[in-house]
């Protein structure tokens, strides 16, 4: 079995590649989405594909450093570990490209024809 310097060296490797794609999630969202007074821009296909492999990157590598640390079994590195998913996965949807892409989409509702006739309770006029 390997040294306990190992699994701890590759849990910091991992920590520092989840930390550096979390900081890119927040430059890309940064990168699509700022403007100065014009519309809401329209992330193109290659900002969301490059989105989904950062978010990839991030969420997986700190995973990959919760589990060596449990099978290091050590309490500081899990907890540590443990913190950096929840916040990985946090910044994920937080700096969502496109945004609002994790939210329900908002229940639509065809127009009223403009022959509408509303039927009121007792008035007759009602088919």
């Given at each position: 079995m390997s040294s306990?310097?190992?699994?701890?060296?590759?849990?910091?490797?991992l920590w520092a590649i989840g930390s550096l794609c979390g900081l890119a999630l927040l430059w890309q969202s940064f990168e699509v989405y700022f403007n100065l007074g014009s519309q809401t821009p329209v992330p193109s296909k290659s900002d969301i594909a490059r989105?989904?492999?950062?978010?990839?990157l991030c969420v997986g590598s700190v995973i990959a450093a919760?589990?060596?640390s449990i099978l290091r079994r050590s309490v500081w590195l899990i907890v540590f570990s443990s913190i950096l998913v929840v916040m990985?996965?946090?910044?994920?949807?937080?700096?969502a490209v496109p945004a609002g892409r994790w939210a329900p989409p908002e229940p639509?509702?065809?127009?009223?024809?403009?022959y509408?006739?509303?039927c009121y309770s007792g008035s007759g006029d009602c088919n």
């Amino acid at each position: 079995m390997s040294s306990p310097r190992v699994g701890r060296g590759w849990a910091f490797g991992l920590w520092a590649i989840g930390s550096l794609c979390g900081l890119a999630l927040l430059w890309q969202s940064f990168e699509v989405y700022f403007n100065l007074g014009s519309q809401t821009p329209v992330p193109s296909k290659s900002d969301i594909a490059r989105y989904d492999v950062t978010a990839i990157l991030c969420v997986g590598s700190v995973i990959a450093a919760l589990v060596i640390s449990i099978l290091r079994r050590s309490v500081w590195l899990i907890v540590f570990s443990s913190i950096l998913v929840v916040m990985a996965l946090g910044g994920s949807v937080l700096f969502a490209v496109p945004a609002g892409r994790w939210a329900p989409p908002e229940p639509t509702s065809e127009p009223l024809s403009p022959y509408y006739k509303p039927c009121y309770s007792g008035s007759g006029d009602c088919n």
